[in-house]
């Protein structure tokens, strides 16, 4: 079945620094991804949409020039959390629709960020 | 605000017996509704969708929904400890983007 692999799962790093999150779908292509941010206890919030080829689409409260996109092909998006704080400490999801089915949602496998 | 509300549990289920989540949603124009297991630092995976007014069942599960109450619900017949997890309702109101529960944590009890 499709698969949506991301990386890395976990990341470590010092406050101030930037982090790099990739979000690949393995086995079809996908013009749109969407990546989640989840406190622990708490609900997966939408941060942005990301789609191939153009600008991404921000949520409501969610910085764009401290959350960068890119999704420069169809297998790829990456999100780079820019000048990471401690408050920025959480799991990050991507996320890729297969096909014209609402129900073919595949998530990637997370990643864990603590910033120090 | 769309919202999407679930009691947070934890909802504590005797092994064989049947295991009952519910969630309301605020935004009537939301058309397709799903459910989703997360186990602990990992991501979610999808259990059930459900599109019409009714049940839909697949093997053990059961979905319900009702859309002039806005409610739907998921059942799980006798429920094992591996079914113990953090389950996620989510709504969609037509434009792919999926707004989130907060989760119903759910043991099983061996």
């Known amino acids: 079945g499709a698969v949506v692999s991301q990386h890395p799962s976990w990341v470590i790093c010092k406050s101030g620094t930037s982090v790099k999150i990739e979000c690949r779908s393995l086995d079809f292509q996908a013009t749109t991804m969407f990546w989640y941010r989840q406190f622990p206890k708490q609900s997966l919030m939408l941060m942005a949409t990301s789609n191939e080829g153009s600008k991404a689409t921000y949520e409501q409260g969610v910085e764009k020039d401290k959350f960068l996109i890119n999704h420069a092909s169809l297998t790829l998006s990456t999100l780079t959390v820019t000048s990471a704080h401690p408050e920025d400490s959480s799991f990050y999801i991507c996320?890729?629709?297969?096909?014209?089915?609402?129900?073919?949602?595949?998530f990637g496998s997370g990643t864990q960020l603590s910033v120090l | 605000q769309k919202e999407v509300e679930q009691n947070s549990g934890p909802l504590s289920v005797p092994e064989g017996a049947i295991a009952s989540l519910n969630c309301t949603y605020s935004?009537?124009?939301?058309?397709?509704f799903f459910w989703y297991r997360q186990y602990s630092g990992k991501s979610p995976e999808l259990i059930m969708f459900?599109?019409?007014?009714g049940d839909k069942e697949d093997g053990r599960f059961t979905a319900q929904l009702n859309k002039a109450s806005q409610y739907v619900s998921l059942l799980i017949r006798d429920s094992q400890p591996s079914d113990s997890a953090t389950y996620l309702c989510a709504v969609e109101a037509g434009n792919e983007k999926l707004t989130f529960g907060t989760g119903t944590r759910l043991t099983i009890i061996p």
């Open positions: 935004d009537r124009g939301s058309q397709s």
């Open positions: 459900i599109y019409s007014n």
């Open positions: 996320s890729a629709p297969v096909g014209h089915g609402r129900e073919k949602l595949f």
